[in-house]
């Protein structure tokens, strides 16, 4: 099995910062992403950024690139997300995503509540 463990989430004012941050632990061997989705009141669970743990580039939804970076600590199995300039339409529950080799899906941790107020 594998262990997500998010941390970083709170409330910010607009065009304010946060970091989150992302441990994955347990079986985590083939693991081939790490990175976070967003969950909005009334919609789909969303791509954020997402590492490939094997090389290649992050991948970055268009409605943050500029903004949000994505880094990772790869002894560690952890990602980062720095979140700056945000605006209120970021306002999500932020969820960390494991991907396994040859699996389609993703696994999500339990979510951290992101706030950001205009």
Known sequence: QVQLAESGGGSVQAGGSLRLSCTASGRTLRMS????????????????????????????????????????????????????????EDTAIYYCAFKSLGRDTYLFGQGTQVTVSS
């Open 33 to 88: 992403a790490l990175g976070w989705f967003r969950q909005a009141p009334g919609q789909e669970r969303d791509v954020v950024a997402v590492l490939r743990w094997n090389g290649g580039g992050p991948y970055y939804a268009d409605s943050v690139k500029g903004r949000f970076t994505i880094s990772r600590d790869k002894v560690q199995n952890t990602v980062y997300l720095q979140m700056n300039s945000l605006k209120s």
